[in-house]
């Protein structure tokens, strides 16, 4: 018989504002106590320097993390100019100096950027990524003096602009595809100018639908969790439950499908429903009439909608 979960059921994605010094999982489990929640998870890891946009979600919205691990996201990094690092970050340990060219203009740097970081591009990840080699974080092989090799991967780049060219610093915004390593970029750019780069800041701004605005810090929920006068537990959970955002907004990006209820009931018991749908592709699915969302379902070529991931928790009366 299987062990019931420890903590309370609650549905839900929390936009934490990651500090830095941090590592996700801790600022994961620091959340996850807050809401006293059975579950939850995150969707793409920031290294414990970066800071920014890292969706939790509880409960039930754990089932659409891959959606947003799969999303694009939009970062804004500083880059130091003429030191690298062996990891390519402030974390790192200094591998070379130069001096930083005299004649580097902004003409020159956003050149290189459209040239050369703009489109799909292929990468090779920094081996003290979080990329698994036979199960194992690149970083940790990295740290014990492990060499593996490291397969370059294409990436897309949407966007990436330079915000601002100081005597040793560069501050980017960059719009890409799941997968991208920013400090690879910045390296990169770094060899290109001739003095080497790291990045000394990196903070994630937007996450698939969630911006920047949207976020809260720790410090913010840990205050909502504060009892008050007159409060009892209920008041503080309600208090907390207000800030979570619903678990179909991690799939927004799908067109949304009303389902009669006994439609729902049919795909919960793992059957296609047989009626036409004109549809197409993955979908996200809503009883009809009604705010209850029943997950994500697919509709075939030939119109028949199929279970992928439901709500165990949607109710079908």
Same mark, same amino acid.
């Given at each position: 018989?299987?062990?019931?979960?420890?903590?309370?059921?609650?549905?839900?994605?929390?936009?934490?504002?990651?500090?830095?010094?941090?590592?996700?999982?801790?600022?994961?489990?620091?959340?996850?106590?807050?809401?006293?929640a059975a579950k939850a998870g995150h969707t793409g890891a920031l290294d414990p320097l970066a800071t920014g946009m890292l969706p939790i979600c509880l409960g039930e919205a754990t089932k659409?993390?891959?959606?947003?691990?799969?999303? /694009?996201?939009?970062? +804004? %990094?500083?880059?130091?100019?003429?030191?690298? !690092?062996?990891? $390519?970050?402030?974390?790192?340990? #200094?591998?070379?100096?130069?001096?930083?060219? /005299?004649?580097?203009? +902004? %003409?020159?740097?956003?050149?290189?950027?459209? !040239?050369?970081? $703009?489109?799909?591009?292929?990468? #090779?990840?920094?081996?003290?990524?979080?990329?698994?080699?036979?199960?194992?974080?690149?970083?940790?092989?990295?740290?014990?003096?492990?060499?593996?090799?490291v397969k370059p991967r294409r990436v897309r780049i949407h966007e990436i602009k330079l915000l601002d060219l100081r005597e040793d610093e560069l501050d980017l915004e960059v719009y890409c595809?799941?997968?991208?390593?920013?400090?690879?970029?910045?390296?990169?750019?770094?060899?290109?100018?001739?003095?080497?780069?790291?990045?000394?800041?990196?903070?994630?701004?937007?996450?698939?639908?969630?911006?920047?605005?949207?976020?809260?810090?720790?410090?913010?929920?840990?205050?909502?969790?504060?009892?008050?006068?007159?409060?009892?537990?209920?008041?503080?959970?309600?208090?907390?439950d207000q800030v979570l955002l619903p678990p179909w907004t991690a799939v927004v990006s799908l067109p949304a499908l009303e389902l009669s209820a006994e439609q729902a009931r049919t795909l919960?018991?793992?059957?296609?429903?047989?009626?036409?749908?004109?549809?197409?592709?993955?979908?996200?699915?809503?009883?009809?009439?009604?705010?209850?969302?029943?997950?994500?379902?697919?509709?075939?070529?030939?119109?028949?909608?199929?279970?992928?991931?439901?709500?165990?928790?949607?109710?079908?009366?």
């Amino acid at each position: 018989m299987a062990r019931k979960p420890k903590g309370r059921r609650i549905d839900g994605v929390f936009l934490l504002d990651k500090p830095g010094g941090i590592s996700s999982n801790g600022a994961l489990q620091r959340v996850k106590r807050i809401y006293g929640a059975a579950k939850a998870g995150h969707t793409g890891a920031l290294d414990p320097l970066a800071t920014g946009m890292l969706p939790i979600c509880l409960g039930e919205a754990t089932k659409y993390s891959q959606f947003l691990l799969d999303s /694009d996201k939009r970062y +804004r %990094t500083t880059a130091k100019l003429g030191v690298r !690092t062996d990891s $390519s970050d402030a974390d790192g340990e #200094v591998v070379e100096t130069k001096a930083v060219p /005299d004649n580097l203009s +902004r %003409t020159h740097i956003e050149t290189l950027l459209q !040239t050369h970081f $703009s489109g799909e591009i292929e990468q #090779v990840p920094s081996i003290y990524s979080a990329l698994k080699h036979n199960g194992q974080p690149l970083y940790k092989l990295a740290r014990q003096g492990i060499e593996v090799e490291v397969k370059p991967r294409r990436v897309r780049i949407h966007e990436i602009k330079l915000l601002d060219l100081r005597e040793d610093e560069l501050d980017l915004e960059v719009y890409c595809s799941k997968g991208t390593y920013i400090r690879s970029i910045v390296e990169d750019l770094g060899l290109m100018l001739d003095c080497g780069a790291h990045v000394s800041m990196l903070r994630r701004l937007e996450t698939g639908p969630y911006r920047e605005p949207m976020m809260m810090t720790l410090e913010q929920l840990q205050a909502l969790a504060e009892p008050r006068e007159g409060d009892d537990q209920e008041c503080i959970q309600a208090r907390l439950d207000q800030v979570l955002l619903p678990p179909w907004t991690a799939v927004v990006s799908l067109p949304a499908l009303e389902l009669s209820a006994e439609q729902a009931r049919t795909l919960q018991y793992g059957q296609g429903c047989s009626a036409i749908f004109e549809q197409r592709g993955q979908v996200r699915l809503f009883i009809a009439g009604t705010e209850t969302f029943v997950g994500v379902g697919e509709v075939s070529d030939d119109g028949v909608l199929k279970p992928m991931r439901l709500m165990s928790t949607a109710p079908t009366e």
